[in-house]
């Protein structure tokens, strides 16, 4: 491949362009100002004729390519060209559909695309033609974790795509808890009553699949490398350990019972007849469709209570905070055990809330044909009354205390993830902190998550510098984005599916495996051609860095969200490519700027924000730069153009992988270029992040918490750098934010730097 760069920019004159803009004007920026070899105006650009025209410069030499059309997120498959560094000109949503067609807007309107045409040509001098990842592993093997419901239905999605798949168990046989339960509850129509787990039929079709190899009685004590070329130690319980490679991880590790000797007051621990839904379901498969006798005595069942939310949804120390999803469902099903062996047993369900999510209300309606009873009430206490329970509550329809008696009470308890170490129990994102992180002991525990359980025991044995686990988010469960990537975990290539990362039930965990089986095959897939994954999934460019000017300092390695940079025995940051999700966020944290990639770096941002034309002082046309997340904000100004939302001609907008990819040296370069002001619009960040890239956005907020600083130093008002949360969906407030900002320059003054 050549190494001579050879420019081409193309202005296109559809979807109104034409009319709007004066087009020659912005054919002789990109010559003179933009210094491209070829400049060529096209009446439709993304039309077969327009996309052949650009062809037929690449072929003859182009290998950087300026599209001045529409958004970058728009016409992916018509402007889809290999061998080339492209960038686009946002003419369309960012410009003319932004601004009202009126006189008095049309000069106004052409600077701003005269802006993007002049900043769309500097961003491509800097940047290069990516190339896939040398060090990139091609293994299409899949491990699965787990051998319950969800790991054996990843296992299953997986061969039946044509994958292999070691699916490992620790126990000696496969099921999990599923196949502890007697029956399970419907998931199609008409869910009338229980249905029969499915279990067998699952271990058979595992048994008789040649791509898939089951390891029984076995463990991982160690897991490294990277998607595509992970090596994994299995340990059997005799202590024999045999390394596999694999390309991708599925850990569907599931969960356990909480426990119910934390509910003493519910006479768990005091009577025997006081049991979980787990116990239940053990007498059941021991009737086996006959009367349940309880455990006490051996007496046939007559009367059995339900005790719904029993140490859950609640604020108690040691009681989970969070609902289980399937308890409610699974007490309705338990309670036609008792009905459709004997009609007359009387079954009551005694709830606050209840939730039967899947089947609607006709499981319910079911059980209500079958005469369960169902009392909204908050129960306090169990007791012992001569050979029955006392279940005292307060009936909440009614506002009035009130007690039942049974022969069998079942507390309703919900599900703790098997997670695995909590490696961030202690562990900081602020920049403040990294040198205390640095000294600190990073595989620390968290001895007292909200379940009142403790953590311990490493499920994949990471080697990971970060730690032997994957993060956890809330509760202990594992951290996957619940908005927009399910699955996905800070560990790349390695997926999370089932009760481990959120509370469910079995027909969740089937449809949540299959998803995560799917990830995992495209992680190794793109792992193979040297691509990152999701969501950058395909993007060939991964970061390099100038080792000679490197400080050591850290900040890169420990401010890594996915665990991808490392350290080498002298201290410098040792990146694994393949880890890598391609957000920028150790480039935003190098505080000297050496870490780059080839299509997007501290200077193809830099670039751009000076290539505008800078009104002076006394033009009364003030500039104010946005940093959007091309997540959320960037598609949002989108929509909010498509949708006629007019905001401040004054603005320009340059897309960041992530806020966490932020460089405050762009900050200070805009201050001191004359931008009245800076706008940087990320995700949420927080317990419910809506960051893509997880910690992007919080670690952005965290910089530019100091950014005042460096404003006092240039007597500038702090009101000039601003850093907002917005969501894809807020095509209304970030229109609104851009116009109140104009608002705010018009009220302090002017940039006092213009002109400099």
């Not at 006490?296 to 999803?325: H, M, N, P, W």
Request: hydrophobic residues 35%.
């Amino acid at each position: 491949m050549s190494d001579e760069k050879k420019t081409a920019a193309y202005i296109c004159k559809g979807c109104g362009l034409g009319d709007r803009l004066d087009c020659t004007e912005l054919t002789t920026i990109a010559e003179k100002e933009g210094k491209a070899e070829i400049v060529r105006e096209h009446e439709f650009l993304c039309n077969a004729d327009g996309v052949a025209m650009i062809q037929k410069d690449i072929d003859e030499g182009a290998n950087r390519i300026i599209i001045n059309a529409c958004s970058r997120r728009a016409k992916t498959e018509a402007f889809n060209f290999e061998n080339v560094a492209m960038t686009r000109a946002n003419l369309r949503e960012g410009v003319i559909w932004s601004q009202p067609d009126t006189d008095d807007a049309r000069e106004t309107t052409q600077e701003m695309a005269a802006d993007y045409v002049r900043m769309a040509c500097a961003e491509i001098k800097f940047m290069s033609i990516p190339e896939e990842n040398p060090e990139h592993g091609s293994n299409k093997r899949l491990l699965v974790v787990g051998g319950g419901i969800s790991g054996m239905t990843s296992a299953i999605e997986a061969a039946r795509a044509g994958y292999e798949v070691i699916l490992v168990e620790k126990t000696g046989t496969l099921g999990g808890m599923a196949a502890q339960l007697y029956k399970r509850v419907p998931d199609h129509e008409d869910y009338a009553d229980p249905q029969d787990t499915g279990v067998p039929e699952m271990i058979a079709e595992i048994g008789a699949d040649g791509l898939i190899t089951v390891k029984l009685d076995s463990t991982i004590t160690r897991t490294s490398g990277a998607p595509g070329q992970f090596s994994v130690d299995i340990t059997k319980e005799s202590g024999v350990t045999e390394t596999e490679n694999v390309g991708a991880i599925i850990q569907a590790s599931g969960f356990t019972n909480y426990d119910a000797n934390n509910l003493p007051h519910l006479g768990y621990g005091k009577s025997p007849d006081v049991v979980d839904q787990a116990g239940l379901e053990a007498l059941a498969r021991a009737a086996d469709g006959g009367a349940i006798k309880r455990p006490s005595d051996g007496k046939e069942v007559t009367s059995v209570a339900f005790i719904q939310c029993a140490g859950q949804r609640s604020s108690k120390k040691g009681e989970l905070s969070y609902c289980s999803g399937h308890c409610c469902n699974t007490s309705i099903k338990q309670a036609m055990y008792f009905k459709d062996a004997n009609p007359d047993v009387d079954a009551t369900i005694i709830y606050t809330d209840l939730r039967t999510p899947g089947n609607g209300e006709d499981f319910y309606r079911s059980a209500q044909k079958k005469r369960v009873i169902f009392t909204k009430g908050e129960v306090s206490e169990v007791t012992t009354s001569g050979d029955e329970l006392e279940v005292k509550f307060n009936d909440l329809i009614l506002n009035e205390d009130t007690a039942m008696n049974a022969d069998l009470v079942v507390l309703a308890t919900g599900q703790v993830p098997n997670s695995g170490v909590n490696i961030e129990a202690a562990t900081p994102v602020s920049v403040d902190e990294v040198e205390a992180a640095a000294e600190a002991d990073e595989s620390r525990i968290n001895t007292e998550v909200d379940t009142g359980t403790v953590q311990e025991v490493s499920v994949l044995n990471l080697t990971y510098r970060q730690g032997k686990d994957l993060p956890h988010l809330r509760h202990g469960f594992s951290d996957s984005h619940f908005i927009c990537f399910p699955y996905e975990t800070r560990r790349t290539g390695i997926y999370t599916t089932g009760p481990v990362r959120r509370p469910m039930d079995i027909a969740q965990a089937k449809e949540d495996a299959t998803g995560a089986a799917l990830k995992a095959i495209q992680a190794i897939e793109n792992s193979s051609l040297g691509r990152a994954a999701h969501p950058r999934s395909g993007d060939l460019s991964y970061p390099d860095f100038r080792k000679e000017n490197c400080t050591q300092c850290k900040r890169c390695t420990v401010e890594c969200p996915f665990g991808a940079i490392d350290e080498t025995e002298d201290g410098y940051p040792l990146f694994n490519e393949s880890r890598c999700r391609r957000c920028g966020t150790c480039m935003g944290a190098c505080p000297v700027r050496i870490i780059s990639f080839a299509n997007y770096s501290v200077d193809t941002v830099g670039a751009q924000l000076k290539a505008v034309d800078m009104p002076d002082e006394f033009d009364e046309k003030p500039r104010m730069l946005v940093l959007a997340c091309e997540n959320d904000a960037y598609p949002a100004i989108d929509m909010a153009g498509m949708n006629g939302k007019r905001y401040s001609p004054y603005v320009r907008i340059v897309p960041v992988r992530c806020l966490g990819s932020v460089n405050t040296i762009w900050i200070s370069d805009a201050m001191n270029s004359g931008y009245d002001m800076v706008m940087l619009m990320g995700c949420k960040h927080g317990d419910d992040y809506q960051c893509h890239f997880v910690k992007g956005s919080e670690l952005a907020n965290i910089r530019m918490s100091k950014i005042g600083d460096t404003l006092q130093t240039l007597n500038l008002e702090p009101e000039r750098v601003v850093d907002y949360e917005v969501a894809i969906t807020d095509i209304d407030r970030i229109p609104q934010l851009i116009n109140d900002a104009a608002e705010i320059i018009e009220n302090i003054g002017m940039n006092p730097f213009k002109g400099f």
